[in-house]
């Protein structure tokens, strides 16, 4: 099964119907995440997919959505303040718990990390608690509204321009904001919390950070954005946070399961979506990218398959040589191993034997893979080693299986388990 992003939809607190998308993982789901998104943003802004898209890879489905009026939710935004926006919230963690599984982290981004915040105590089923760029005070959105203040108050509403967008703000949404404190939230959450912050934010500045830090029991982290804008607008800076957060919320989860059919264990390797080539792999409990560099039309989110290949040869190499000091007993150094693979014509390979091309049917012409491999022993090299490390090496398995015939055996089934490996 590879990872999907679908289309969902659920009931907001107004009763209109708020448009949303939940990203899930490849294989076992560990855990549900819930993601707000910042203030007039939508559930498509770059944090939030960049984000969904990192906590997939780690085996976390991620429901993002839009606030009602944003986006393609239904519903008035004018209508709409803090405390709705909450209350849409507590709706997607209901939506999540009938459907799926109750959320058991929870993500905001500015003003969404505010209303996360003041969620998290009425979702007990929340483990983690992260936020990015978030105000310790609610009010503090009201700083984007300028001189429009006046006009607000006066007149009951008015219409303001944020983000390049024309939005009407009413009065009620000041009133809500400037009724409503984060601190005793904070205090009282008592869940684990992350609190992502740029320094140079120039629309939430960092002191909100630390007000919220402070607030905030233990345990609690602070993980510095340097050189990040306030919307993560770079791909590195959102692709930083993203990871930061997949990473720590493991830790208040249950643990990843293996892949495989019954006792047999396997390696799933799965088609993203996201560029040409990028695939998730699933080996045991260990979720990785598999993609190509730039320069062929790939992400270069993660080795290619001859680097997980080389990989395998380094890593056989250094075991089997850790394995078999130990096993004699010997005080071997730490081990370093470089692979390096290329495709050269037969009749330049000059430590080929001549049985050797013959086996590989070449002598003489067509191409044959070279692996390079260059054995480091940092210390202490036994006198019972000397001149036998290259022989122990060459006895690793996957180096006989890269130097021996091997058969793949390939079975290809549809969705419903079909076998479609016969021709029609």
Known sequence: MSATSIKAEFTGHSGARLAARLDIPAGHVRAYALFAHCFTCSKDILAAKRIAAELSRAGIAVLRFDFTGLGSSEGEFASTNFSSNVADLQSA???LRVNFAAPQILIGHSLGGAAILAVAQSIPEVRAVATIGAPADVAHVIGNFG???????RDGQAMVELAGRTFTIQKQFLDDVREKTLTQHIANMRKPLMVLHSPIDATVGIDNAATIFTAAKHPKSFVSLDKADHLLSRSEDASFAASMIAGWASRYIEADVPQGVGEREAVRVSETGEGKFQNTVHAGRHRLFAD???SVGGLDSGPSPYDYLSAALGACTSMTLRMYADFKKLDLGRVSVEV???????????????DEL???GKKGSGKIDRFERVILVQGIVPEALRGKIEQIANKCPVHKTLESSSKVVTRVTGEDGMDLSSEV
Do not use: G, M, R
Not at 147 to 153: A, F
Not at 340 to 354: F, G, P, Q, R, V
């Open 93 to 95: 963690a209901d939506y």
């Open 147 to 153: 001189s429009k203040i006046e006009d607000i108050e």
């Open 292 to 294: 190509e560099p730039v």
């Open 358 to 360: 013959q086996a590989f």
């Open 340 to 354: 390096s693979h290329s495709k050269i014509h037969a009749a330049d390979c000059l430590e080929c034997t001549e």
